[in-house]
């Protein structure tokens, strides 16, 4: 019998569930980041890094109460090149990146962070336009 063949002799209970995108809740996480850049907005075309994790497992949460993430849920933050904050954001996270691989231009830590294992303290920032809209905050980044 062919890997097809049980699959499709399977129920749906039997298939994993699609893994969330959604922002990890406040506490520490162990996660697999990967960086790449972006351009935002067709119109405007803003230049942006955008750095996502692939989750691992939750190392402490700020609320026991809420549920933390499976592993392999997704999500991502994006710095924005164009004003100080994005920058900024950009160099508190890439730094630590950029030692651990031995990289020292943004270029190179940008295309050789693929998949490094880290920790990262994160919280939740709310849209300014829409409140219940959350967006992940990485408050410190280590690499493992």
Do not use: W
């Not at 699959?7 to 790449?36: K, N």
Request: aromatic content about 4%; glycine content about 4%; hydrophobic content about 40%.
């Amino acid at each position: 019998m062919s890997e097809l063949d049980t699959l499709l002799d399977a129920t749906l209970d039997d298939l994993a569930d699609l893994p969330a995108f959604t922002p990890y809740p406040v506490g520490v996480h162990r996660a697999l980041a990967t960086m790449e850049t972006q351009e935002i907005s067709a119109k405007m075309k803003k230049p942006c890094v955008e750095l996502s994790f692939k989750y691992l497992e939750c190392l402490e949460m700020a609320d026991p109460s809420v549920a933390a993430p499976k592993e392999g849920d997704t999500c991502n933050t994006m710095f924005m090149l164009d004003n100080e904050f994005g920058q900024g954001n950009l160099k508190k996270c890439a730094t630590p990146i950029a030692v651990a691989l031995g990289t020292s231009s943004i270029r190179d830590t940008i295309e050789q962070c693929q998949e490094v294992e880290v920790v990262i303290i994160t919280g939740l920032r709310a849209d300014k336009n829409d409140p219940d809209k959350k967006y992940l905050q990485i408050k410190e980044l280590q690499v493992v």
